[in-house]
């Protein structure tokens, strides 16, 4: 049996120098779906859903940036749940989960890949 | 079942109550209890706390509530068929019982000097004996307290609160003659007299004379001069109420009270007593703590135990006037060859009497006044052997030294409760891990609360430290970060979490920390790494809503407005088709506008000559005002006036919680001012000060801070009180819980804030100072900054685009968020997750 892997399309996002460390942003992708993107501390990249699975509202990338026992963590502002920036779970409620999206710095530019990667 | 009838519903029968509520696992008992008073027990301890603010529903006790319990309240029994075992009420109402228990407490004594039942005469029992004397203070410029025992002089600092210049006169030839010695009492004297009360010793009241109004006027003394008086309270001792048991043919004791043998039962063997009522051993009790080990014996017996009544302690710590008094055990030193060690130290304010065993070594009993911090060590340890040199024990520095450890097991370290140190660390090794815990498990620290540091003393000594750790990242409490961030000058986060945590921060600390930032004044909440660490309503300077859509609150100082510029609000609303709404807090809330919006709505608000409301912010909210003298036909002062320079200098104050304050025009209180963080209520000469009122989810009624300020003192204690509760609060922790977390409350709040007892208060005014000359409006300061401004997008690649998932509907004519497949939330992670 073989996968089917559809092509990884890279839309551009911003200008690197938009993203600032700990603030979020959110970008539209052409269907629609939000991603929230943000830049921590150590200058990593990460791209997670910017809807709250608790309450459909798309507030993620409005979120505090911070980390727990070490994982980097973001915090939906709307009833506080916190989630893995790295897996996208709910780290107190693990049937939750944020979908992560590929992200990249490119010539200057943040892109995301249009295809979740899904739950790890 | 059988049937139980209580007479009285005091605080020693509520406490029986309880302790059957809680112990009658088998339904043994049918209780009915029937009080005289209006209202439920409360705690009568508490009492003088009524005359500072405290309601009558927070000195409540609670109710005891059952489907085999019935109370009736402000019903007297008249009398007991003991044949036919019945009791009949003034209503006609007869009940029967199986076992009848006495709680009727006592009746303060009026001595039958001629004049004592002129109007102007007062006791001090019960809350209607307060409502009473407070009404006649307020006309009242002289009072005198007959009495100068425990209860004459919390009399008498009642009336001088209230305003009145006041006497004790008594009978003895020194103060509070039954707890302390001779020596004590002068000191006492001294240190009452110095607040300002005239206290005449070794006096005998021998008449009271009318003036030409029919009321109590003037005092004859026994050595033949006078006093003049406004008002009179009678404190000289009590009565137990005994005239049921009496009529009923009980024995009594010699003194009168019903007598009682180690089982709480009377002469007959289905009659019962308890508390102040009773005569046991040849003692009558008149303080609580014998009175709740009557109701414990008495339950334990009604359920089949064996438990005795023995004696109860009487030691007592009070602070009468501001000054510590106590004494415990042998305090007058009537045992046999006691030896007594006392520090008399008349320059400093203390008196310490130890009462030593004849050789010596076995603590007895002891007096300490003017600084009582050692009681609480000392107390539990008579009838024990002294743990080091006596001088040294009550020498300044002593007793604080001395830890618990120095226990053994047995020692009663609640003696209100009767719960020894046994009791508590087993309470501990069952897993009561806080003091909270171990009052509820234990009881211990409920009463009087003069225990409540040696629970946190065992508590620490069994190696539990409460933690005050803001969260994973910092090991220290809002406070400690507060003077870290004051001493070492450091203005941004990361560099305090680089020095004095670990990791990178969190939702918790990162928006405390932006608090403590702001308050000491680091310019824009917005500006620089202070952006990111900003709850989202701070973030964008707005209330995020349900659909992730924001709510705009202008300014509306004292909710007064004009036409022109409601006519904006509304032409603001209509243009960007937004939900508006009246609040709570005299102003008008605009709701559904997205992100993106935010700048261009605000900049015709600006325009108009509003400012940010900062409803989003933790800092303060509005000053709801009355309308007071500018139309109120009752109105004694400017409350409108006030409220706006109030609020004008308050405004964008951050804080560990939202502040919430009012100012009322006249004593009935429209703006609800008691309900206030602060609130005002003017009198006819200036302005009273309540501190700790909040609504919301545990709601508290402000007390009185001070009373009859002018403005600029007003100020000037309003200023004080902000910047201490900013720099010693928890975060999230509003004013109410913040004042009882200090050590003595608001006693404490009054020698920081009026006396100046830390010597902080310059500092603190200079605080303010500074917050109130560097105010600046947050939005027009975005609105002028592009950097600031680019934030306000709804996506990185399409900034203009509406965020697509949100959408309205209407509802009375009116957009409200579209109903979501989720519907509305129902569950959050936890109760901070509000702003
Ligand atoms: C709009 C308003 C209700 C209304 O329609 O009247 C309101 C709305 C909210 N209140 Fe309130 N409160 C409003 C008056 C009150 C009042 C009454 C008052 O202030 O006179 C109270 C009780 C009084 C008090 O606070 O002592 C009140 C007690 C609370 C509490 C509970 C506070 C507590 O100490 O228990 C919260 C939750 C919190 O702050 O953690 C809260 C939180 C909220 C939040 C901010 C929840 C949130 O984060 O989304 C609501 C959103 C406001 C918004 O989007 O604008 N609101 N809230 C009122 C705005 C007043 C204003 O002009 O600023
Ligand atoms: C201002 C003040 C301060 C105090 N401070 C302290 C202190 O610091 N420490 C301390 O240990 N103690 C203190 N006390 C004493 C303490 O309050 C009493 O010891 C305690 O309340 C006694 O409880 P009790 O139930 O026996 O009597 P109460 O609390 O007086 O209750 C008796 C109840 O029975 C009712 N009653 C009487 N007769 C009848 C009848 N025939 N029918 C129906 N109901 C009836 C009465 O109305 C009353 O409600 C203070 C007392 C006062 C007044
Ligand atoms: S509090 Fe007094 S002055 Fe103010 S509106 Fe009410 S009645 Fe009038
Ligand atoms: S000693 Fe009074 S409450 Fe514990």
Redesign the interface.
Known sequence: MTTLTPPLTW????PAH??????G????LPD?H?VA?FR??DDHLYAVDN?DP??????IC?????????E??I?S??????FSLRSGHDL?DHHTHLSTWPVRHHHGM?QIGTTPQGTP | MEKLVVIGNGMVGHRLLQALNEGDHTHRWHITVVGEEPRTAYDRVALSSYLEGTSAQDLSLGQVSGPHVHVHTNERVTTIDRTHRTITTHTGRTLPYDRLVLATGSTPFVPPVPGHDLPGCHVYRTIEDLDALAIDARTARTGVVIGGGLLGLEAANALRQLGVKTHVVELAPHLMPTQIDQGAGALLQRLVTDLGVTVHTGSATTTIEPGPDGRAHRILLGDGTHLDTDLVVFSVGIRPRDELARAAHLRLGPRGGVDIDHTCTTSDPTIHAIGEVAHHNGTIYGLIAPGNAMAEVLADRLLGGEATFTGADTSTKLKLLGVDVAGFGDAHANTPGALDVVVNDAAGGRYAKLVLSDDATTLLGGILVGDASAYATLRPLVGHPLPGDPLALISPTGPTTLGTHALPDSAQVCSCNAVTKAHLTCAIDEGAREVAALKSRTRAGTSCGSCVPMLEQILAESGITPSSALCEHFTHSRTELWEIVRSTGITTFSELITSHGTGHGCHVCKPAIASILASQGNGHILTGEQATLQDTNDRYLANLQRNGSYSVVPRIPGGEITPDKLIVIGEVARDFDLYTKITGGQRIDMFGARLEQLPAIWTRLVEAGFESGHAYGKSLRTVKSCVGTTWCRFGVQDSVGLAIRLEERYRGLRSPHKLKAAVSGCARECAEARSKDFGIIATDTGWNLYVGGNGGFTPRHARLLARDLDEDTLIRYIDRFLMFYIRTADRLQRTAPWIESLNEGLDHLRAVIIDDRLGIADDLEAAMAEHVASYTDEWAAVLSDPDKLARFVSFTNAPHTPDPTITFTTTRDQPVPAPTPLGIPTTRPTMETTR
């Open positions: 839309i551009d996002a911003c938009h993203l600032e460390t700990a603030l942003l959110a970008t539209l629609l939000q993107l921590t501390h809807l608790h309450t459909g509202a798309a507030v409005r979120g505090i940036v911070g980390d727990h026992a070490g980097p963590t915090t502002p709307m009833l506080k749940h916190v107190d943040i």
